[in-house]
């Protein structure tokens, strides 16, 4: 066994305490709101077989992949032929396994083997991480953790109702600014029909998707590359000069694009959706109206999903979208499993996390682990007193140590200092034989002698 | 795309909601166990280099890691005459990354990568699944999940009655009957010693290891077979006619095979360490004597440990150790950082869920996920009270739904029994003229119709 520098894969990262602390209390939020919503945790292998995972992301998602080398002689199948053939040959005989990609495909391999015992319409959750080859950059790691819920089996518009109300839930517990930007399927698709240009519809979502980058020259250059007449491009521009709404009835039912959208049947329906949508909030008394946009441009994921699209941004927090989502009517189509209809959204821890550090929004006492130190001395006495004073303070609840030796004072109250625990507690041959205990509150230096038997008491007052 | 069966790889499983709460259960009492001794969490990525991990685990351990197989053109370095020379050969060529074998390695790698931030002595604990390319079989899994809990820097034995507490108060906290086995690698090496044998003593810890098993006329054969003589095996079995001890420091004072060990310089360090810990564990106030055994045959991961060894048994559980630790003296060693002394214990949470399934221990109340079923009505207005009311019931805490369709009661009460929702919220057209709402309770039929402005604190009683 040679000595090494050790170091860690690329794209990934060690969680220390305070790190571990921060990610907890985001996922504390998301995992309570999700259960007070009626989500149930679900949780899959970390991999999956391969003919599970391949075909179901594209072909860049399936060179992403991890996969895992089979056990044992993993050549045992390959011929000269294949190895002379390159690694796209080799690889399908020496991988079975893939590690997991994201939450979906999962949820839907689980949802089609568990058919005949799952209630429908079935509502889970599920925090865990994913893995992707991605090139690794700032906020993009290889190892990252997806908390989605989704719910499948209803076609009901109180489904996309209560993922708003989840998304204002958990921002506003975070404390986060935020705007949940919404968009429908059936509006992209009328604003297809209004251009009336032979172009391919999906060019169309794949140049509007950019518009925030590329700003309308880039849109209208893009759109023409593709194909698309000038003037289906200008009248895009003019429709869409107005393309972001408040998302109220009211507004809903006003003049603009929306006007001259619901001219077409998709757009008509679609509308009708979001309207209703807008209309069951107002029932729950939603009280997040002012963070909510209706964006004619919001083209995520369109290959997939079918009607509601959510996308939420932290204004300020230097990240993308922290959380997106929406109806599909397939999930399970590529299992052999047809027709059921669902939608779901997803926040991505790592985001939120490095928007709540941009924007200085974690609570401070994160940090705080062990609440109490009871100091240790050389006399055995002492030390009889201070590991029953300690089994008694953690018995009432609080984190505690006793420091392990009977070092210098010094050493011990700077092990305090450096794990940030707020009280010190201090029963020295003084204390032991006057029956009292001194508590010392490092950030205030303040000290107080109290009886042994009022310590959880003034401990609790802390 | 094709369509397929989906399966999942052997030796993984799904968790279903029901069992992701009975996880969540037993893993919460660990971490809260946890953190009021002082230790704080880690968490390390999935995959590490292979060069941390290879080297590590023996043979065998190499043998069973599961390997990433690297992005891109995987075959770029491999030649003709490495394909040609088999697996083993290719095998570095080819992957550069494995999955997390246990949480010990990814600790040291830790320890040693941040040792400059690091306060001394530092306590971790660890939730995270690893995974082992073994043989599936009934308990035991190709992804399981550790709890670790560790102390380096220290070598008090403060940490090693601490231990003792901690697993106390898990299985106490958990219901679950458990023996506590203890022994000490200088009462191993005593013993060795006291046989006064030259065979090689790893082949006495290799064969004392299972007397559990095989015997002693399977012990006796093996030590034989390994080189010893008639006369040491059959002096090792006089000597250990009683094996086990109450673990006590009256019991550690008395006479038998400890008066015997206590005569060699290893026996004689190893009885006062082991008296220490009973002397600690006496003014901690420790309430578990009962279930502390010290066992001289427990002979467990000696090449690994220095110290006081662990091992934690649920009689009538169906399964093995559900716990087991010791001391070690190098735990950073092969990271070019010797001389950090530690002591740390794992809770094997699949072991332990098997266990409690099999006593029965479980609490009945983890299946329930949603308290209250809001049901949904036809006509706008009722939807609009129901949705109101889910919204009130919500934000007091409980955990709802409103069933999404206005479908048949039948259904929607169906649907409720099978998500073992106890409390059913009806206001239909007749309560929501009335002002009132009705509370049925699955379990008992009970129904009573109670003013809206009451439901919570109804609910509440309940």
């Known amino acids: 066994m040679s000595l090494q520098k050790p170091s860690l894969p690329r794209g990934t990262r060690d969680f220390g305490p305070g790190q571990v602390a921060r990610r907890q209390y985001i996922i504390g939020i998301i995992r309570r709101t999700f259960e007070r919503y009626g989500f149930a945790p679900l949780e899959t292998p ?70 005949h015992q799952l209630t429908l319409p079935f509502r889970r ?49 975070l404390g986060v600014p935020y705007v949940l930007k919404l968009n429908h399927r059936g509006l992209l698709r009328a604003l297809y029909q209004t251009l009336n240009d032979p172009a391919p519809e999906t060019d169309l979502y794949v140049a509007l998707d950019k518009l925030d980058k590329i700003g309308w020259d880039g849109v209208t250059q893009e759109l023409t590359g593709r194909g698309f007449q000038p003037e289906a491009a200008a009248h895009l521009q003019a429709l869409l000069t107005q393309a972001t709404f408040t998302f109220t009835p009211q507004a809903m039912a006003a003049e603009g694009a929306l006007r001259e959208l619901r001219q077409t049947e998709a757009g008509a329906t679609a509308s009708a959706e979001l309207g209703a949508v807008a209309e069951m909030l107002t029932d729950s008394g939603f009280g997040g109206w002012a963070n909510v946009q209706l964006d004619l441009t919001l083209a995520r994921g ?76 050389e006399e055995p006495a002492t030390r009889a007193a201070a590991l029953r004073t300690l089994a008694q303070v953690r018995a009432a609840g609080f984190s505690a140590e006793l420091y392990p030796e009977p070092a210098k004072l010094k050493k011990q109250f700077a092990y305090a200092d450096a794990k940030r625990v707020p009280h010190v507690v201090i029963i020295g041959p003084d204390e032991l034989a006057a029956g009292t205990v001194k508590v010392k509150t490092l950030a205030t230096g303040a000290e107080q002698t109290v009886a042994q038997a009022d310590l959880l008491a003034t401990l609790k007052e802390m």
């Open 46 to 115: 970390s991999f999956e077989n391969l003919s599970t995972l391949t075909g179901k992301y594209g072909e860049e998602g399936d060179q992403l992949l991890y996969r895992v080398l089979n056990s044992g002689d993993f050549l045992s199948d390959v011929t000269p032929e294949d190895f002379s053939g390159g690694y796209r040959k080799v690889t399908p005989k020496v991988a079975d396994k893939g590690l997991r990609y994201d939450l979906t495909v999962p949820f839907a391999r689980y949802v089609v083997m568990n058919r």
């Open 125 to 173: 959750y599920q925090v865990q991480p994913v893995w992707r080859a991605d090139r690794p950059s700032k906020g993009r790691y290889r190892e990252f953790t997806q908390c989605d819920a989704d719910v499948v089996g209803t076609d009901s518009l109180l489904c996309e109702a209560e993922i708003v109300l989840m998304i204002h839930e958990v921002m506003t517990a």
């Open 302 to 377: 369109l290959s997939y999903y079918t009607g509601c699209i959510f996308e939420v941004l932290v204004p300020g927090g230097g990240v993308g979208s922290v959380s997106g989502g929406g109806r599909y009517a397939n999930l399970t189509e590529a299992f052999g499993m047809p027709g059921l209809s669902g939608v779901g959204f997803s926040f991505g821890i790592d985001r939120l996390y490095d928007a709540l550090e941009a924007l200085n929004l974690f609570p401070a006492d994160l940090d705080t682990l062990t609440q109490v130190l009871v100091v240790h001395f």
